[in-house]
């Protein structure tokens, strides 16, 4: 039996305080009447919910779908879901405005030849649709609305289970969501679901911290006793909610189906119901416009699978993913050798020097994003959970810095939220035990204010350190913290006079700006500190 079971349904409405009680979804949801028309807007989640008299032993397997068309002509199809007792769910986010009909399919006859339409008005204010690759630049990623979407990731494995027990709302996940994304944040790293660890926990870990060996369970029994024919329901209704708060928030749920090094008792792979749980959560989820795919952590080196076994999900989870969203796999040895499978890289590179290698990556991988998911290091916390190889919150924060000028995007982890301990309300900690998220304030400050996923990257034009720059008038500097003077290096044909302004990376900062004549050998003195510095440098043309 599932370890919880939710007394009823709760139709889904917009966020907000009804009667005092915080509403569980952002969703939409209408209950299905015939030739009804649905109001909507441009890639808002819709739950379109059917009703059967009965359903069958195995109501999961059930097929269902719609098939959902415009006035052009334009359709797609999209598989529905069963949602616990005797509904199916249709998920749809419209990709564009005008007027929409569809109709079900279905191998149960009270879910087939169902007919209905959608009115869509325009997206609303903060709707910018699903994260792409840009068509115009392979390397960096872009909104349906065109925005850029410059990802700063950070991992929380065991979101899912901070509030899974809670039947009537999510508050430590909106804790941590909102001081996450208020800090620069805009990709989360999660797990569908995670057990435990596998190395020893911290003997002064607070217990209300540990989110090891979760009482819930995606499956019919517990992670202890599984029963693999069948999926609790409610466990993923308790999920949506986090991916609805976390789309809602404008950040990225970089969702990894599976996990295989934190003791799960997965079924076999590729069994009948290895397979159900797959295409469940690709039904369920695929509707999620802030929803990028990696089909596991850990995808490989484990024992529980192979190359072929990875591709093979990969290849499944295209052919039942409706909104094609984007998918990676967080393992840097299968994205090398198969990079035409993923639509960005994801990779796990530790060494000291960093720059030069994310740098190998671009070339050996180009045209396509490359995110370092783990970087070795993991910023300390009042709990020693797993330290890598670098837990300086300053250290780190230089290593997000070299993979930035690197052009490539950078991955945090904090030793209280990455894995099974998760302080949510992080400003309970003495300020000394707390992380230091300003800082990627102040990064997501400056990617955002000049636009660094624009920049080229990998042409020095220093004598020290590295840069970006836009090919005309901006070069954008990082100073190693071993410099005393930097060399530069910018062409001599674009202007005969450079604006300097120093960037404190750790304070956010800016300098007073000035100005120095283009010479043969230009040169600057780094500002006095422990850290490394960026330099922006303008040029221009006397007046």
Same mark, same amino acid.
Not at 45 to 62: K, M, W
Not at 227 to 250: A, C, M, P, T, W
Not at 371 to 392: D, Q
Not at 470 to 493: A, S
């Given at each position: 039996?599932?370890?919880?079971?939710?007394?009823?349904?709760?139709?889904?409405?917009?966020?907000?305080?009804?009667?005092?009680?915080?509403?569980?979804?952002?969703?939409?949801?209408?209950?299905?009447?015939?030739?009804?028309?649905?109001?909507?807007?441009?890639?808002?989640?819709?739950?379109?919910?059917?009703?059967?008299?009965?359903?069958?032993?195995?109501?999961?397997?059930?097929?269902?779908?719609?098939?959902?068309?415009?006035?052009?002509?334009?359709?797609?199809?999209?598989?529905?879901?069963?949602?616990?007792?005797?509904?199916?769910?249709?998920?749809?986010?419209?990709?564009?405005? !005008?007027?929409?009909?569809? =109709?079900?399919?279905?191998?149960?006859? !009270?879910?087939?030849?169902?007919?209905?339409?959608?009115?869509?008005?325009?997206?609303?204010?903060?709707?910018?649709?699903?994260?792409?690759?840009?068509?115009?630049?392979?390397?960096?990623?872009?909104?349906?609305?065109?925005?850029?979407?410059?990802?700063?990731?950070?991992?929380?494995?065991?979101?899912?289970?901070?509030?899974?027990?809670?039947?009537?709302?999510?508050?430590?996940?909106?804790?941590?969501?909102?001081?996450? *994304?208020?800090?620069?944040?805009?990709?989360?790293?999660?797990?569908?679901?995670?057990?435990?660890?596998?190395?020893?926990?911290?003997?002064?870990?607070?217990?209300?911290?540990?989110?090891?060996?979760?009482?819930?369970?995606?499956?019919?029994?517990?992670?202890?006793?599984?029963?693999?024919?069948?999926?609790?329901? =409610?466990?993923?209704?308790?999920?949506?909610?986090?991916?609805?708060?976390?789309?809602?928030?404008?950040?990225?749920?970089?969702?990894?189906?599976?996990?295989?090094?934190?003791?799960?008792?997965?079924?076999?792979?590729?069994?009948? *119901?290895?397979?159900?749980?797959?295409?469940?959560?690709?039904?369920?989820?695929?509707?999620?416009?802030?929803?990028?795919?990696?089909?596991?952590?850990?995808?490989?080196?484990?024992?529980?699978?192979?190359?072929?076994?990875?591709?093979?999900?990969?290849?499944?989870?295209?052919?039942?993913? *409706?909104?094609?969203?984007?998918?990676?796999?967080?393992?840097?040895?299968?994205?090398?050798?198969?990079?035409?499978?993923?639509?960005?890289?994801?990779?796990?590179?530790?060494?000291?020097?960093?720059?030069?290698?994310?740098?190998?990556?671009?070339?050996?991988?180009?045209?396509?994003?490359?995110?370092?998911?783990?970087?070795?290091?993991?910023?300390?916390?009042?709990?020693?959970?797993?330290?890598?190889?670098?837990?300086?919150?300053?250290?780190?924060?230089?290593?997000?810095?070299?993979?930035?000028?690197?052009?490539?995007?950078?991955?945090?982890?904090?030793? !209280?939220?990455?894995?099974?301990?998760?302080?949510?309300?992080?400003?309970?900690?003495?300020?000394?035990?707390?992380?230091?998220?300003?800082?990627?304030?102040?990064?997501?400050?400056?990617?955002?204010?000049?636009?660094?996923?624009?920049?080229?990257?990998?042409?020095?034009?220093?004598?020290?350190?590295?840069?970006?720059?836009?090919?005309?008038?901006?070069?954008?500097?990082?100073?190693?913290?071993?410099?005393?003077?930097? !060399?530069?290096?910018?062409?001599?044909?674009?202007?005969?006079?450079?604006?300097?302004?120093?960037?404190?990376?750790?304070?956010?900062?800016?300098?007073?700006?000035? =100005?120095?004549?283009?010479?043969?050998?230009?040169?600057?003195?780094?500002?006095?500190?422990?850290?490394?510095?960026?330099?922006?440098?303008?040029?221009?043309?006397?007046?």
């Amino acid at each position: 039996m599932s370890p919880f079971k939710l007394v009823a349904l709760v139709v889904a409405v917009p966020f907000a305080v009804l009667g005092g009680v915080p509403a569980a979804t952002a969703r939409e949801a209408v209950r299905y009447e015939p030739q009804q028309t649905i109001a909507a807007e441009q890639w808002d989640i819709v739950d379109i919910r059917f009703q059967v008299g009965s359903i069958p032993e195995q109501p999961v397997d059930v097929d269902f779908s719609a098939t959902f068309s415009d006035r052009s002509g334009k359709s797609m199809a999209v598989a529905g879901f069963y949602d616990g007792g005797n509904e199916y769910v249709i998920r749809f986010t419209p990709p564009s405005n !005008g007027e929409w009909s569809y =109709e079900t399919s279905s191998s149960l006859s !009270g879910l087939d030849g169902q007919k209905g339409s959608l009115s869509v008005r325009s997206a609303g204010e903060g709707r910018r649709g699903a994260v792409l690759v840009d068509s115009e630049s392979k390397q960096r990623f872009v909104h349906q609305n065109g925005d850029s979407n410059y990802p700063i990731a950070f991992e929380a494995d065991w979101l899912f289970a901070l509030d899974a027990e809670n039947a009537n709302d999510i508050p430590k996940t909106r804790m941590l969501v909102d001081t996450l *994304a208020d800090n620069g944040f805009n990709q989360i790293v999660m797990n569908v679901f995670a057990y435990d660890v596998n190395w020893a926990k911290d003997a002064s870990l607070d217990p209300q911290y540990d989110f090891g060996s979760p009482r819930v369970f995606p499956f019919n029994g517990t992670n202890q006793d599984p029963d693999h024919s069948g999926l609790n329901i =409610e466990y993923f209704q308790r999920l949506d909610r986090v991916l609805d708060y976390l789309d809602q928030k404008g950040v990225v749920a970089h969702l990894m189906i599976y996990v295989w090094n934190k003791r799960v008792a997965w079924p076999e792979a590729k069994s009948d *119901a290895d397979n159900r749980y797959f295409d469940y959560v690709v039904r369920r989820y695929q509707g999620y416009p802030n929803l990028v795919w990696d089909i596991s952590k850990e995808a490989l080196g484990y024992g529980h699978n192979d190359v072929s076994y990875i591709t093979d999900r990969i290849q499944r989870l295209r052919d039942n993913d *409706a909104y094609d969203r984007l998918v990676t796999v967080h393992d840097y040895g299968y994205c090398r050798k198969f990079p035409e499978q993923v639509d960005f890289v994801s990779v796990q590179l530790w060494s000291s020097e960093l720059y030069g290698v994310m740098r190998n990556v671009c070339e050996a991988i180009p045209g396509k994003p490359i995110l370092n998911i783990e970087h070795g290091g993991y910023e300390r916390s009042p709990y020693v959970v797993f330290t890598g190889n670098y837990t300086s919150p300053e250290v780190c924060l230089e290593r997000a810095y070299q993979c930035v000028f690197a052009g490539t995007f950078p991955t945090h982890y904090w030793q !209280g939220a990455a894995w099974n301990v998760v302080i949510a309300d992080i400003e309970s900690l003495d300020p000394g035990d707390r992380p230091r998220l300003d800082y990627y304030r102040h990064l997501r400050e400056f990617v955002d204010r000049y636009q660094i996923d624009q920049l080229i990257a990998g042409e020095k034009k220093s004598n020290a350190g590295f840069c970006l720059h836009n090919g005309k008038d901006r070069f954008l500097y990082y100073v190693p913290k071993e410099c005393d003077y930097l !060399g530069l290096r910018p062409p001599k044909d674009r202007g005969d006079t450079m604006e300097l302004v120093w960037f404190d990376p750790f304070s956010g900062e800016y300098g007073e700006p000035f =100005e120095m004549k283009m010479t043969q050998w230009p040169s600057v003195d780094v500002p006095a500190g422990n850290g490394f510095r960026i330099l922006i440098c303008d040029l221009k043309d006397q007046e």
